[in-house]
Protein backbone atom coordinates (compact mmCIF):
# COMPACT_ATOMS: atom_id res chain seq x y z
CA UNK A 1 0.00 0.00 0.00
CA UNK A 2 1.59 3.57 -1.10
CA UNK A 3 0.22 6.78 0.36
CA UNK A 4 0.61 10.15 -1.17
CA UNK A 5 2.94 12.29 -0.16
CA UNK A 6 1.57 15.30 2.28
CA UNK A 7 0.43 18.71 0.70
CA UNK A 8 -2.10 16.63 -2.30
CA UNK A 9 -5.40 16.23 -2.26
CA UNK A 10 -6.42 12.97 -0.11
CA UNK A 11 -7.47 9.99 -2.53
CA UNK A 12 -10.71 8.23 -0.62
CA UNK A 13 -9.99 4.78 0.25
CA UNK A 14 -11.69 3.21 -2.60
CA UNK A 15 -10.11 5.61 -5.33
CA UNK A 16 -6.80 4.73 -3.73
CA UNK A 17 -7.86 1.22 -4.12
CA UNK A 18 -8.79 1.63 -7.82
CA UNK A 19 -5.56 3.34 -8.01
CA UNK A 20 -3.48 0.82 -6.73
CA UNK A 21 -5.23 -2.10 -8.54
CA UNK A 22 -4.43 -0.38 -11.98
CA UNK A 23 -1.05 0.14 -11.52
CA UNK A 24 0.34 -3.00 -10.41
CA UNK A 25 -2.34 -4.58 -13.14
CA UNK A 26 -0.41 -2.64 -15.32
CA UNK A 27 2.77 -3.61 -14.40
CA UNK A 28 1.55 -7.46 -14.41
CA UNK A 29 0.76 -7.08 -17.92
CA UNK A 30 4.38 -5.81 -18.95
CA UNK A 31 6.33 -8.50 -16.79
CA UNK A 32 3.48 -11.99 -17.22
CA UNK A 33 6.33 -13.88 -16.20
CA UNK A 34 6.46 -12.47 -12.26
CA UNK A 35 9.58 -11.34 -12.35
CA UNK A 36 10.59 -8.51 -9.67
CA UNK A 37 10.25 -5.27 -11.27
CA UNK A 38 11.86 -2.09 -9.31
CA UNK A 39 10.21 1.37 -9.92
CA UNK A 40 12.00 2.33 -12.72
CA UNK A 41 12.53 -0.33 -15.15
CA UNK A 42 15.25 0.97 -17.48
CA UNK A 43 13.10 3.69 -18.80
CA UNK A 44 13.45 7.07 -17.28
CA UNK A 45 9.43 7.68 -18.51
CA UNK A 46 8.63 4.57 -16.40
CA UNK A 47 5.16 5.01 -14.33
CA UNK A 48 5.26 4.78 -10.67
CA UNK A 49 2.32 5.22 -8.21
CA UNK A 50 3.71 8.72 -7.78
CA UNK A 51 3.41 9.37 -11.46
CA UNK A 52 -0.61 8.07 -11.18
CA UNK A 53 -0.97 10.02 -8.42
CA UNK A 54 0.22 13.08 -9.93
CA UNK A 55 -1.78 11.92 -13.17
CA UNK A 56 -5.14 12.04 -11.37
CA UNK A 57 -4.61 14.93 -9.42
CA UNK A 58 -4.02 16.69 -12.66
CA UNK A 59 -6.17 15.47 -14.85
CA UNK A 60 -9.67 14.57 -13.14
CA UNK A 61 -12.78 15.88 -15.00
CA UNK A 62 -11.29 17.88 -17.39
CA UNK A 63 -11.36 16.98 -20.99
CA UNK A 64 -8.35 15.55 -22.66
CA UNK A 65 -7.32 18.70 -23.73
CA UNK A 66 -7.05 20.74 -20.61
CA UNK A 67 -5.79 17.87 -18.97
CA UNK A 68 -2.65 17.70 -21.21
CA UNK A 69 -2.54 21.19 -20.33
CA UNK A 70 -2.66 20.86 -16.84
CA UNK A 71 0.25 18.05 -17.29
CA UNK A 72 2.10 20.65 -19.12
CA UNK A 73 2.12 23.27 -16.85
CA UNK A 74 3.23 20.99 -14.10
CA UNK A 75 6.30 19.62 -15.77
CA UNK A 76 7.10 23.38 -17.43
CA UNK A 77 7.24 24.39 -13.60
CA UNK A 78 10.02 21.89 -12.50
CA UNK A 79 12.57 24.31 -10.68
CA UNK A 80 15.72 24.10 -13.49
CA UNK A 81 19.03 25.00 -11.26
CA UNK A 82 21.95 26.53 -12.87
CA UNK A 83 25.10 24.05 -12.06
CA UNK A 84 28.53 23.54 -12.80
CA UNK A 85 29.47 21.54 -15.88
CA UNK A 86 31.24 19.28 -13.72
CA UNK A 87 28.10 18.88 -11.61
CA UNK A 88 25.88 18.42 -14.40
CA UNK A 89 27.90 15.60 -16.21
CA UNK A 90 27.24 13.51 -12.68
CA UNK A 91 23.75 14.41 -13.46
CA UNK A 92 22.78 14.76 -17.13
CA UNK A 93 19.78 12.24 -18.29
CA UNK A 94 20.12 10.41 -14.90
CA UNK A 95 16.77 11.14 -13.58
CA UNK A 96 13.62 9.57 -14.58
CA UNK A 97 10.06 11.00 -14.44
CA UNK A 98 9.10 9.62 -10.98
CA UNK A 99 12.43 11.79 -9.69
CA UNK A 100 10.95 14.68 -11.06
CA UNK A 101 7.52 14.29 -9.75
CA UNK A 102 8.97 14.26 -6.50
CA UNK A 103 11.89 16.53 -5.87
CA UNK A 104 10.91 19.24 -8.88
CA UNK A 105 14.49 20.37 -9.77
CA UNK A 106 16.43 19.55 -12.42
CA UNK A 107 20.00 21.00 -12.81
CA UNK A 108 21.07 22.75 -15.94
CA UNK A 109 23.43 24.76 -17.26
CA UNK A 110 22.70 28.63 -18.56
CA UNK A 111 24.37 30.72 -21.25
CA UNK A 112 23.38 34.11 -22.57
CA UNK A 113 22.80 33.29 -26.49
CA UNK A 114 22.56 35.54 -29.29
CA UNK A 115 19.98 33.62 -30.72
CA UNK A 116 17.33 33.78 -27.35
CA UNK A 117 18.99 37.44 -25.79
CA UNK A 118 18.72 36.14 -22.66
CA UNK A 119 19.86 33.27 -20.31
CA UNK A 120 18.17 30.29 -20.64
CA UNK A 121 18.68 27.14 -19.44
CA UNK A 122 20.38 25.20 -22.54
CA UNK A 123 20.00 21.39 -20.92
CA UNK A 124 17.00 19.63 -19.26
CA UNK A 125 14.76 19.29 -22.57
CA UNK A 126 15.04 15.23 -22.23
CA UNK A 127 14.03 14.97 -18.20
CA UNK A 128 11.02 17.05 -18.62
CA UNK A 129 9.69 15.08 -22.48
CA UNK A 130 10.13 12.02 -20.29
CA UNK A 131 7.97 13.22 -16.97
CA UNK A 132 5.56 14.59 -19.93
CA UNK A 133 5.41 11.44 -21.66
CA UNK A 134 4.96 9.13 -18.25
CA UNK A 135 2.13 11.44 -17.15
CA UNK A 136 0.33 11.45 -20.32
CA UNK A 137 0.35 7.43 -20.34
CA UNK A 138 -0.56 7.15 -16.31
CA UNK A 139 -3.49 9.23 -17.58
CA UNK A 140 -4.27 7.34 -20.82
CA UNK A 141 -4.28 4.32 -18.11
CA UNK A 142 -6.23 5.98 -15.81
CA UNK A 143 -8.84 6.71 -18.29
CA UNK A 144 -8.84 3.28 -19.44
CA UNK A 145 -9.52 1.79 -15.88
CA UNK A 146 -12.22 4.78 -15.29
CA UNK A 147 -13.67 6.61 -18.52
CA UNK A 148 -14.68 9.54 -15.88
CA UNK A 149 -11.52 10.43 -15.11
CA UNK A 150 -11.06 12.50 -18.32
CA UNK A 151 -13.46 13.36 -21.42
CA UNK A 152 -11.67 12.44 -24.20
CA UNK A 153 -9.03 10.30 -25.28
CA UNK A 154 -4.78 10.53 -25.27
CA UNK A 155 -2.97 7.77 -26.70
CA UNK A 156 0.02 7.29 -28.97
CA UNK A 157 2.26 9.32 -26.60
CA UNK A 158 5.88 9.38 -28.08
CA UNK A 159 9.48 11.77 -27.45
CA UNK A 160 10.93 12.90 -29.99
CA UNK A 161 14.63 14.09 -30.61
CA UNK A 162 14.55 16.95 -33.11
CA UNK A 163 16.36 20.47 -32.97
CA UNK A 164 15.60 23.74 -31.88
CA UNK A 165 16.63 26.05 -34.91
CA UNK A 166 18.94 28.29 -34.61
CA UNK A 167 19.81 28.88 -38.13
CA UNK A 168 19.55 27.33 -41.73
CA UNK A 169 22.43 25.26 -43.86
CA UNK A 170 23.06 28.22 -46.50
CA UNK A 171 23.47 25.25 -49.36
CA UNK A 172 21.21 22.76 -48.16
CA UNK A 173 18.48 24.94 -46.43
CA UNK A 174 18.67 21.87 -43.22
CA UNK A 175 18.01 23.34 -39.74
CA UNK A 176 20.73 24.03 -37.85
CA UNK A 177 20.76 24.41 -33.94
CA UNK A 178 20.54 22.72 -30.54
CA UNK A 179 19.00 18.89 -30.00
CA UNK A 180 15.51 19.32 -28.39
CA UNK A 181 13.09 16.83 -27.22
CA UNK A 182 9.46 17.39 -27.09
CA UNK A 183 6.49 14.70 -26.91
CA UNK A 184 4.42 13.59 -29.86
CA UNK A 185 0.72 12.10 -28.74
CA UNK A 186 -3.06 12.03 -30.03
CA UNK A 187 -6.30 13.67 -28.22
CA UNK A 188 -9.50 11.35 -29.93
CA UNK A 189 -6.79 10.48 -32.78
CA UNK A 190 -5.79 14.25 -33.56
CA UNK A 191 -2.32 14.97 -33.62
CA UNK A 192 -0.94 17.18 -30.74
CA UNK A 193 3.06 18.41 -29.40
CA UNK A 194 4.40 19.15 -26.30
CA UNK A 195 7.13 20.96 -25.14
CA UNK A 196 7.18 22.20 -21.80
CA UNK A 197 10.90 22.71 -21.70
CA UNK A 198 11.45 26.83 -21.42
CA UNK A 199 9.39 28.67 -23.06
CA UNK A 200 8.14 26.31 -25.59
CA UNK A 201 9.63 27.89 -28.21
CA UNK A 202 9.56 25.01 -30.53
CA UNK A 203 5.75 25.28 -31.10
CA UNK A 204 5.61 29.38 -31.01
CA UNK A 205 5.59 29.86 -27.38
CA UNK A 206 3.03 27.18 -26.64
CA UNK A 207 3.52 24.25 -24.15
CA UNK A 208 0.75 21.95 -25.83
CA UNK A 209 -0.55 22.69 -29.60
CA UNK A 210 -2.56 20.74 -32.17
CA UNK A 211 -1.31 20.08 -35.25
CA UNK A 212 -4.04 21.85 -36.89
CA UNK A 213 -3.25 25.49 -34.40
CA UNK A 214 0.34 25.61 -35.33
CA UNK A 215 1.52 27.86 -37.75
CA UNK A 216 2.99 27.51 -41.45
CA UNK A 217 6.39 28.53 -40.70
CA UNK A 218 6.63 25.58 -37.81
CA UNK A 219 5.10 22.98 -40.08
CA UNK A 220 7.51 23.68 -42.46
CA UNK A 221 10.04 23.59 -39.87
CA UNK A 222 8.70 20.29 -39.19
CA UNK A 223 8.50 19.10 -42.56
CA UNK A 224 12.21 19.91 -42.97
CA UNK A 225 13.25 18.21 -39.94
CA UNK A 226 11.52 15.24 -41.06
CA UNK A 227 13.30 15.18 -44.82
CA UNK A 228 16.61 15.90 -43.12
CA UNK A 229 16.22 13.00 -40.62
CA UNK A 230 16.05 15.16 -37.61
CA UNK A 231 12.97 13.72 -36.45
CA UNK A 232 13.31 10.72 -34.12
CA UNK A 233 10.24 9.28 -32.35
CA UNK A 234 10.80 6.65 -29.17
CA UNK A 235 9.04 5.00 -26.60
CA UNK A 236 11.53 6.59 -24.07
CA UNK A 237 14.42 9.04 -24.52
CA UNK A 238 16.87 6.31 -23.99
CA UNK A 239 16.58 5.65 -27.28
CA UNK A 240 18.25 8.32 -28.66
CA UNK A 241 21.85 7.70 -27.50
CA UNK A 242 22.51 10.98 -25.76
CA UNK A 243 22.71 9.52 -22.35
CA UNK A 244 25.70 11.43 -21.03
CA UNK A 245 27.05 15.22 -21.17
CA UNK A 246 29.72 14.19 -23.69
CA UNK A 247 27.43 12.74 -25.91
CA UNK A 248 25.10 15.65 -25.84
CA UNK A 249 27.91 17.64 -26.75
CA UNK A 250 28.92 15.85 -29.82
CA UNK A 251 25.35 15.82 -30.67
CA UNK A 252 25.45 19.58 -30.23
CA UNK A 253 28.33 19.93 -32.49
CA UNK A 254 26.58 17.89 -35.22
CA UNK A 255 23.59 19.48 -35.13
CA UNK A 256 25.40 23.07 -35.45
CA UNK A 257 25.50 24.37 -31.54
CA UNK A 258 28.76 23.88 -30.60
CA UNK A 259 27.76 25.18 -26.89
CA UNK A 260 31.16 23.45 -25.85
CA UNK A 261 33.00 26.41 -26.63
CA UNK A 262 31.36 28.57 -24.56
CA UNK A 263 32.47 26.60 -21.38
CA UNK A 264 35.67 25.36 -19.99
CA UNK A 265 35.98 21.93 -21.71
CA UNK A 266 38.55 20.38 -18.80
CA UNK A 267 35.42 20.41 -16.60
CA UNK A 268 33.90 18.07 -18.66
CA UNK A 269 36.26 15.11 -17.72
CA UNK A 270 36.10 13.69 -13.90
CA UNK A 271 39.03 12.41 -12.58
Not at 87 to 113: E, G, I, M, S
Request: with cysteine; glycine share 8%.
Amino acid sequence: MFTPRTGREPLKPAERGKLEEAYFDMRKRANPHGMELTDNVGERSAITPDVMIEARRLSKGKDARRAAQELANFVHRTKMVPVSPRVLQRFYNAQTAHDVVLKRVVPTLTNKNEHWGQSEPLVGCQTLASTMAALLRATEHLSREDPNIIKGKISDVKVVRTISEWSRDPKTGNVLGMPHTIVQFKIDGGEHYADPFGEGKFLGGRLVAAQGDLKPDIVGRIAQLKKQGDWREAHDVTAFGTNTFREFLDECHSKGADIAKNFDLADFTIK
